[in-house]
C-alpha cells in the first residue's frame, strides 16, 4: 500500500475564500509531501462543488469559515452528492463546538490553522496520506 501512496499523485481539493491560505498551505504542502500531492486550489464551496461534478479527487480540505456556503455545509452536500470521499477542515475555528458538529455531520478529520503553518501542514499531509491509505484498504477488504 505505501508503495501505492508513492507511485501516484494524490489528488486534493482544497477550499478556502483566502487566496493567501490556498497558496501558502499549498506550497507548504508540496514542500512536506514531496510532490506526491496534486494540489487544485479554489475559492469558494460553490466552485469546489462545480470541480466535483468533473473532476475525482481522493480528498477534500476545506476551510470552516467561508461566506454563502462554510466549509460544513460544503461537508454535507459532499456527502450527499458525491459520497464517502476523505474531508478534512482545515480551519481556525477552534471552538469545540464547531469541532464536534463537524465530527457528527462526517469530517474525518478537524486541524486548526493556529501556530506554525509548517508544522500544520505537516499534520495536514499525515492525515492525507493516512485518510487515503484508509480509503484503499477499505476498497481491497471489498474487492
Do not use: W
Not at 68 to 97: K, N, Q, Y
Not at 99 to 117: F, N, Q
Amino acid at each position: 500500500m505505501a508503495e501505492y501512496l508513492n507511485s501516484v499523485r494524490i489528488r486534493v481539493l482544497h477550499v478556502d475564500d483566502e487566496p493567501a491560505h490556498l497558496e501558502l498551505t499549498k506550497l507548504f504542502l508540496k514542500r512536506e509531501a514531496k510532490d506526491d500531492f496534486e494540489i487544485s486550489s479554489l475559492l469558494s464551496a460553490e466552485e469546489a462543488l462545480a470541480k466535483l461534478e468533473r473532476d475525482p479527487f481522493d480528498v477534500i480540505i476545506a476551510d470552516y469559515d467561508m461566506p454563502v456556503m462554510d466549509g460544513i455545509e460544503l461537508l454535507e452536500e459532499v456527502r450527499r452528492t458525491v459520497g464517502d470521499i476523505p474531508f478534512i477542515l482545515f480551519s481556525g475555528m477552534a471552538e469545540p463546538e464547531t469541532v464536534d458538529e463537524a465530527l457528527e455531520k462526517g469530517a474525518d478529520r478537524y486541524i486548526t490553522k493556529s501556530g506554525d503553518l509548517a508544522t500544520q501542514c505537516n499534520e495536514l499531509a499525515h492525515a492525507i496520506r493516512e485518510l487515503v491509505k484508509e480509503g484503499d484498504e477499505k476498497e481491497v477488504a471489498i474487492v
